[in-house]
């Protein structure tokens, strides 16, 4: 709740611009502020049975043994009004797209984006095609490049290892896609923008 009163203090949107999500899924809690918050629901029961099972253990020991952590399940997400609902191909993109952000300079392929959202490669393609005019090799080559620029304006880092640092398999495979896409090569580039 204070997180979205908060929000609406600093003129954040709930959920335009942030979304919010609770723990313990409390109706009351949940419900009484505008917008809605969703929600996680724990598994209450399958948390009992665990302490239980624990207590149990200990009172038959006799002995209060090491404190450790115990994990529980979540039965779901309760989604309400703070949080926007995003089509299944939305969804997957978004995910795409933060995995992508993340990891583009470390040499994924469209195959490593689909195996880390469990999805086919053929499902991934389909997805970005609809929803991004745009595919998914395409996307990671432009955060790799955005990166190599990155380094070209901020950094005096070498050009002959900026390949090996953003994710390209050699440096004459970033020589060329800079040049086609730049009409110029990087050390012209970098002397440009230093100006």
Same mark, same amino acid.
């Given at each position: 709740? #204070? /997180?979205?009163?908060? =929000?609406?203090? #600093?003129?954040?949107?709930?959920?335009?611009?942030?979304?919010?999500?609770?723990?313990?899924?409390?109706p009351?809690?949940?419900?009484? /502020?505008? &917008?809605?918050?969703?929600?996680?629901?724990?598994?209450? $029961?399958?948390?009992?049975?665990?302490? #239980? =099972?624990?207590?149990?253990?200990? /009172?038959?020991?006799?002995?209060?043994?090491?404190?450790?952590?115990?994990?529980?399940?979540?039965?779901r997400?309760?989604?309400?009004?703070?949080? &926007?609902?995003?089509?299944?191909?939305?969804?997957v993109? @978004?995910?795409?797209?933060?995995?992508i952000?993340? $990891? +583009?300079?470390?040499?994924?392929t469209? #195959?490593?984006? =689909?195996?880390?959202?469990?999805i086919?490669?053929?499902?991934?393609?389909?997805?970005?095609?609809?929803?991004?005019?745009?595919?998914?090799?395409?996307?990671?080559?432009?955060?790799?490049? +955005?990166? /190599?620029?990155?380094?070209?304006?901020?950094?005096?880092v070498?050009?002959?290892?900026? $390949?090996?640092?953003?994710?390209?398999?050699?440096?004459?495979?970033?020589?060329?896609?800079?040049? @086609?896409? $730049?009409?110029?090569?990087?050390?012209?580039?970098?002397?440009?923008?230093?100006?």
């Amino acid at each position: 709740m #204070a /997180v979205v009163e908060a =929000a609406k203090a #600093a003129g954040i949107s709930v959920p335009g611009k942030i979304s919010v999500l609770g723990i313990d899924n409390d109706p009351f809690v949940c419900d009484s /502020v505008s &917008p809605a918050i969703s929600s996680i629901e724990p598994d209450f $029961h399958g948390e009992g049975k665990t302490a #239980a =099972a624990l207590l149990d253990r200990m /009172v038959r020991s006799r002995a209060l043994g090491k404190p450790r952590s115990v994990f529980s399940d979540v039965r779901r997400v309760v989604l309400r009004e703070s949080t &926007p609902r995003l089509p299944p191909s939305e969804n997957v993109v @978004s995910r795409a797209k933060e995995f992508i952000a993340k $990891h +583009a300079t470390e040499g994924i392929t469209p #195959a490593d984006v =689909a195996a880390r959202l469990g999805i086919s490669r053929t499902l991934l393609d389909l997805r970005f095609r609809e929803t991004q005019k745009t595919t998914v090799w395409r996307l990671i080559t432009d955060v790799k490049l +955005a990166e /190599v620029e990155r380094k070209l304006r901020q950094t005096r880092v070498s050009i002959g290892i900026l $390949h090996d640092l953003c994710g390209f398999p050699n440096a004459n495979a970033l020589k060329n896609l800079f040049k @086609s896409r $730049h009409g110029m090569s990087m050390r012209q580039w970098r002397a440009m923008r230093r100006g």
